[in-house]
Antibody
């Protein structure tokens, strides 16, 4: 059974930083690209970032480019999101998600999602 | 960036009726790389359709997807009570891999 468990969400002041983590199990982690998707309170889903199976390719939403960094450790079956220069509009539930494609393409549809970790940016 | 516009914002129907949800892209989605997700409150989103028309594993055949280029449709042929929730489309043809704003399907 595929499981994705996020952690690291906290209340942080504007301008602050934190690192989100996602522990993956139940599938061959290094065969798949991985995503972060977020949902602000009362809003829709917003795609944030994707990383290829080997970490060699990364892509970001314009709203986070230059502030967020996605990474992975295939030895630890873990995905990370380093978030810097946080703003109030970054307040959201952050989902870790598994791409359904294999190593051929960077990103396809998302077939598994975690339950999310909540980041609140407030002074 | 490809902007996806979903319509209607809210759709009011009764169980047993047919639902048609639209997703229009600001430019052509390459290879029909368009997915549909169902999202219930407090739960993780669920993949319904990928590649515009392929059902994901375990998805009932009352859900179907169609379309190409800039116009895509999710159809639910006979609504069940558990289908009343929010639906999103997402394009993965070019980065950033944007979502639509969602359509809420509510009981009439």
């Amino acid at each position: 059974e595929v499981q994705l468990v996020e952690s690291g969400g906290v209340v942080v002041q504007p301008g602050g930083s934190l690192r989100l983590s996602c522990a993956a199990s139940g599938f061959t982690f290094d065969d798949y690209a991985m995503h972060w998707v977020r949902q602000a309170p009362g809003k829709g889903l917003e795609w944030v970032s994707v990383i290829s199976w080997d970490g060699g390719r990364t892509y970001y939403a314009d709203s986070v480019k230059g502030r967020f960094t996605i990474s992975r450790d295939n030895r630890k079956n873990s995905l990370y999101l380093q978030v810097n220069s946080l703003r109030a509009e970054d307040t959201a539930l952050y989902y870790c998600a598994k791409d359904m494609g294999g190593i051929v393409v960077v990103a396809t549809a998302i077939d598994y999602w975690g339950q999310g970790t909540l980041v609140t940016v407030s002074s | 960036e490809i902007v996806l516009t979903q319509s209607p914002g809210t759709l009011s129907l009764s169980p047993g009726e047919r639902a048609t949800l639209s997703c229009r892209a600001s430019q052509s989605v390459s290879n029909s790389y368009l997915a549909w997700y169902q999202h219930k409150p407090g739960q993780a989103p669920r993949l319904l359709i990928y590649g515009a028309s392929s059902r994901a594993t375990g998805i009932p055949d009352r859900f179907s997807g169609s379309g190409s280029g800039t116009d895509f449709t999710l159809t639910v042929s006979r609504l069940e009570p558990e289908d009343f929730t929010v639906y999103y489309c997402q394009q993965y043809g070019s980065s950033p891999y944007t979502f639509g704003q969602g359509t809420k399907l509510e009981i009439k």
